[in-house]
């Protein structure tokens, strides 16, 4: 009944402040103006991370009896604080990269200063140890990493809040199964704080999430990938494929935009998502066959965890083979549409 109150808590007052801010007069408010690199066609408020906020805040404090003896979780608040003032100024000011990143990193500093790092490298049947210093700096750069690729993928109406629906979900049934409540109840916060934003934010949006949201929504992500891999209750690279979807598409982007000279910080319209919108898929139907993938990564993580040897294997093979073909099919796409346009 608890995990029930604590839920309907973060979901109701994420969902009315996501209503509220998406009135254009509410003095909080940024518009996101539509420019050559946009999907949308017409300004939106991105101002929904705070309502995100609101609902993380509200569900704490009914879940505070379960979650105050938990230590970590100060600090990835800590984090999560600076992380959020500096993502809500760079929604007003538009900050310079070098500023935004100091930030990424000072709240990656705090997520990690309790002892959260990754101290080995696990995949199926095998186990090896890593000396303190690159484990710590793989771990820093995880969560910069996980912090950015949301800000990428957070370009379409109801993409980045159905992934944290989806992986947090995932993240807390895990964490409830493996008899961790603390972690489940923090995977259930996250994930009901997400609903109730995109229950505003499914296509057709009325309010995006702005920086302050997909910022906050990817420390989150990297806290938890890490806190999960720290108490032993999954692997690492079970966190990585939980947003998977988000992982794969921003990093192989970002992978070839560098390989063609591009500035990787520099907006565009190259991430698969955005190609399959700009094919004629639209937001919904895009976003739907999106979730349907994120669901089918999900419900493999919550098999893989307590899975044999093999059948881990089979599970990653099969996915990396799974993204190769639908990276192949977006160009077929492709060629299609252009074929029809040349004809």
């Given at each position: 009944m608890r995990l029930l109150i604590i839920a309907t808590a973060a979901f109701s007052m994420s969902a009315g402040m996501s209503l509220l801010l998406a009135r254009w007069r509410s003095p909080l408010n940024v518009l996101d103006l539509p420019n050559e690199r946009s999907l949308h066609t017409r300004p939106v408020p991105r101002t929904g991370g705070l309502a995100i906020l609101a609902g993380l805040i509200a569900g704490s404090v009914v879940a505070y009896p379960i979650l105050s003896g938990v230590q970590q979780l100060a600090w990835v608040v800590s984090g999560a604080g600076v992380l959020a003032a500096g993502s809500y100024l760079d929604d007003h000011f538009d900050l310079p990269v070098v500023t935004r990143l100091v930030v990424h990193f000072a709240a990656a500093g705090l997520l990690l200063y309790p002892g959260l790092s990754l101290c080995c490298a696990e995949m199926p049947g095998a186990t090896w140890g890593l000396?303190?210093?690159?484990?710590?700096?793989?771990?820093?750069?995880?969560?910069?990493?996980?912090?950015?690729?949301?800000?990428?993928?957070?370009?379409?109406?109801?993409?980045?809040?159905?992934?944290?629906?989806?992986?947090?979900?995932?993240?807390?049934?895990?964490?409830?199964?493996?008899?961790?409540?603390?972690?489940?109840?923090?995977?259930?916060?996250?994930?009901?704080?997400?609903?109730?934003?995109?229950?505003?934010?499914?296509?057709?949006?009325?309010?995006?999430?702005?920086?302050?949201?997909?910022?906050?929504?990817?420390?989150?992500?990297?806290?938890?990938?890490?806190?999960?891999a720290h108490e032993g209750i999954f692997p690492f690279w079970v966190a990585v494929l939980v947003f998977s979807p988000f992982i794969v598409d921003a990093t192989v982007t970002l992978a070839k935009r560098l390989a063609r000279g591009e500035k990787a910080w520099e907006a565009h319209r190259s991430h698969y998502y955005q190609r399959l919108v700009q094919v004629g898929w639209g937001h919904r139907r895009t976003v739907l066959w999106e979730y349907a993938l994120m669901l089918g990564v999900v419900a493999s993580a919550v098999v893989a965890v307590d899975a044999g040897v093999w059948l881990q294997w089979v599970i990653i093979t099969a996915w990396a083979a799974t993204y190769v073909i639908l990276a192949a099919g977006v160009m077929r796409l492709e060629a299609r549409t252009q074929g029809r346009g040349s004809g």
């Open positions: 000396p303190g210093a690159i484990g710590y700096s793989f771990s820093m750069l995880f969560a910069v990493w996980m912090i950015n690729l949301y800000n990428f993928m957070d370009g379409m109406d109801g993409f980045a809040g159905g992934m944290a629906v989806a992986g947090f979900s995932g993240l807390a049934l895990i964490g409830w199964l493996q008899g961790h409540i603390s972690f489940a109840v923090v995977g259930l916060l996250v994930a009901s704080a997400a609903g109730g934003f995109l229950s505003v934010n499914f296509p057709p949006a009325r309010i995006f999430m702005g920086d302050v949201g997909s910022s906050l929504l990817g420390l989150l992500a990297a806290a938890m990938s890490l806190w999960g």
